[in-house]
């Protein structure tokens, strides 16, 4: 297994974020090391599970460590197999020896960095602060072995089929990139900077989990609830209820600054209490504040990419994406700041004359509502009745893949999660092969981290002879008891978002892990679960899921017509959100080594108004201190992704429209040339296949209203 991806990759969305993972030497001997096999420990064997699903009814905390503690001894023992064989540098004995290196390691790091985010408790949140900058080490203890580095790069290169050369390549680049050609000095600065950077990784995360947990909103009666649907006030009742608050009502918050509640309290006062509890999350000067953590974080990037030849940490990050350049990624963002925020303010004054007042953020999504409702005739939260979380899972993602791809699912009870919400489903072909598991983990508790996210317990690789076991995360607010669970539409668009991730894992067909599934750049990861979305309102897609949960009856054509019709609007709001939110964490990422950072809030403010994006209304979508993408996440510098991949997107959308849309051959068209190639091919070549030339800007301006 390759070593950077010891953890499992994860992508949030509207929130994602994985941990990269890391290890304090523990030189163990051969001895220790069968000392620890002969343990019963279920991390030691590849899973008997169908799958290899992780069998996760027989894994235990105290599993944990003794298999990390074998697995970092076994991967270097392999490591040092390897350099000491004493044979001439192959393919074979150095390239794939190394791909397969790290089984054990890879099986319980997958697991553990999974409950980490969907399931942590307080054993695996102390757990987890002494393993990751463990990780950190082992990682570095790989990559900068000289001697590994000096065989990769003898490795002949003739007679090896394309995806072997790729795979050469890649191992260079990426050791390079890890600081393989620096000096012993230089090297053991850099092992500083990771054993810490991992550490304080760990704790941005927990202590955001606890802020953002202990921020929720409590009120004292449903008066002030006002606006909100009896389930949601049952469901607020019955949060107040488990957290020791009996009689009372609990707002829970999401990851993002915009809370969904906000679109319906009337109440003007309880609106801004709820907004000031978001935007304030991990800023309060308590003991859980992040702010600290996260300028500490940030002159620590820019140390290391001072060290590595960069100038910047974006510079570093951005250095093997699919963008062409920083100055490039830079120019895009702020070329469509202006037209972003020209619109949001122009959907402001709208906003003002139907509030009569000036529209403070907590007032945007409540007129936003109103306004929509009445220029377009749309009230979205009005559609919640027709988005039955089981019908749209069911009827509507899983049907969308059957139609484009062939697929089928069958719910496997008899293989378990980590949790009981955890549901499994096994995955057929058309030809009744099969595919895959897919494991979906829907309803929030306090115990996962906000947003949404897939990642991967099992890779595909046609070298191990595995097939993807992917996962995907939302939090849903659990519904009263006996009622069913009603999605926003915004939820419905993260359900099948996410399940684009998920197919992207599913549908790989490579040889090497290292290439597998969503194995690709940052910024081109979010372009398959993009294109998902399309699906949520075609005709044949949305008539077959979008059912009244009561009446079933289908959700009226005049309303998806209206929802169309109101297109852009809203847009302004969203691009520039999104936009503030990118450019801050280009700011954070831009500044060079040595900076001192006083103060976090007066430098997010700077940067905002340096992009043009300080409109007050429209806070960033994230900021700092609760921007677990960019702290807690794998996305430094790595923001501006989902715009990037999401012109790869629209023109791909523009693609299926004038190309018959919902077909099998589309499908198979769609899924051969670009889903199932991971990174085992550059991924623009692959758009190119696919496509059949470079993707165009204008279908992503004419979509998001900036053409
Ligand atoms: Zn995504």
């Known amino acids: 297994m390759p070593v950077r991806r010891s953890t499992g990759r994860s992508y949030a969305d509207e929130v994602r974020g994985c941990p990269r993972v890391s290890v304090r030497g523990s030189a163990h001997t051969g001895t220790d090391v069968q000392k620890l096999v002969l343990m019963s420990n279920p991390f030691f064997e590849p899973s008997t599970l169908d799958y290899q699903l992780p069998p996760f009814a027989s894994i235990r905390d105290e599993h944990y460590l003794p298999a990390f503690d074998a697995g970092f001894a076994e991967h270097l023992a ?297 220029k377009f005739d749309v009230d979205l939260d009005a559609l919640r009745p027709y988005f039955d979380l089981e019908r749209v899972i069911n009827e509507g993602v899983f049907f969308a893949a059957n139609r484009l791809y062939g697929l089928t699912f069958t719910e496997r009870p008899d293989l378990i999660g980590y949790h009981p919400d955890v549901r499994v489903w096994e995955v057929f072909n058309e030809d009744g092969s099969g595919l895959g598991l897919f494991l979906g983990d829907y309803y929030t508790r306090d115990t996962k981290s906000g947003g949404a996210w897939m990642n991967s317990f099992v890779d595909q690789s046609a070298l191990e002879g595995t097939r993807a076991v992917v996962i995907n995360n939302l939090n849903i607010s659990r519904p009263g008891e006996g009622e069913p669970t009603l999605l926003s539409y915004d939820q419905v668009v993260t359900t099948f978002h996410e399940f684009g991730h998920a197919l992207h894992g599913l549908f790989s067909d490579v040889t090497y892990p290292l290439f597998s599934g969503t194995s690709v750049p940052r910024d081109f990861v979010e372009y398959p679960s993009q294109v998902n979305e399309m699906w949520i309102l075609w005709p044949e897609i949305v008539a077959h899921y979008a059912r009244h949960h009561e009446t079933g009856e289908a959700l009226p054509q005049d309303v998806i017509d209206r929802i169309h019709a109101a297109g852009a609007w809203g847009e302004g709001f969203e691009t520039t959100a999104y936009l503030g939110a990118a450019l801050l964490d280009l700011a954070w990422h831009s500044i060079p080594a040595g900076t001192v950072i006083e103060d976090p809030l007066a430098f997010e403010a700077a940067a905002l108004a340096d992009a043009g994006l300080d409109f007050a209304p429209v806070p960033p979508r994230y900021r700092t201190s609760y921007f677990k993408h960019i702290f807690a996440g794998g996305y430094a510098a790595s923001y501006y992704a989902y715009i990037w991949s999401e012109m790869l997107d629209a023109d791909t959308v523009e693609w299926f429209r004038s190309s018959g849309g919902l077909t099998r051959g589309n499908g198979d068209h769609f899924r051969r040339e670009l889903l199932s190639r991971g990174n085992s091919i550059d991924p623009l070549e692959a758009f190119r296949r696919f496509r059949g030339r470079d993707a165009e800007l204008q279908p992503l301006l004419v979509r998001r209203g900036l053409a």
């Open 78 to 374: 392999e490591i040092d197999a390897i350099t000491d064989s004493g044979e001439v540098p192959t393919f074979e004995n150095t390239v794939v020896a190394l791909e397969r290196a790290g089984a054990t390691l890879h099986r319980v790091a997958t697991v553990f960095f999974s409950n980490s985010v969907s399931h942590a408790t307080p054993f695996i949140q102390d757990l987890e602060q002494q393993i990751a900058p463990r990780l950190a080490e082992h990682e570095d203890n790989i990559t900068l072995n000289r001697a590994l580095f000096a065989r990769l790069r003898e490795v002949p290169l003739d007679g090896l089929d394309d995806e072997s050369v790729r795979l050469v390549e890649e191992y260079l680049k990426s050791f390079v990139r890890a600081g393989a050609e620096l000096d012993d000095d230089s090297q053991a600065t850099l092992r500083r900077l990771n054993s810490e950077l991992s550490a304080l990784r760990t704790e941005f995360s927990q202590k955001l989990l606890k802020d953002t947990n202990d921020s929720a909103l409590l009120l004292d009666s449903a008066e002030e609830l006002d606006g909100l649907s009896a389930d949601a006030i049952s469901a607020a009742a019955g949060a107040a209820a488990d957290a020791g608050h009996e009689g009372k009502y609990l707002l829970t918050l999401i990851l993002p600054t915009a809370q969904p509640a906000l679109e319906l309290l009337t109440d003007r006062g309880v609106r801004r209490r709820l907004h000031e509890a978001s935007v304030n999350r991990g800023a309060r000067g308590n003991d859980a504040d992040t702010l600290a953590i996260a300028t500490r974080m940030a002159s620590l990037r820019a140390e290391r990419a001072a060290l590595l030849g960069f100038d910047t940490h974006a510079a570093a990050a951005t250095d093997n994406q699919t963008a062409p350049s920083l100055e490039a990624i830079t120019d895009r963002m702020r070329e469509l700041a202006a037209p972003a925020v020209r619109n949001a303010r122009s959907e402001a004054e709208e906003l003002e004359t139907a509030a009569g007042h000036a529209i403070e953020p907590w007032d945007w999504a409540f007129y936003a509502s109103r306004v929509r409702k009445a």
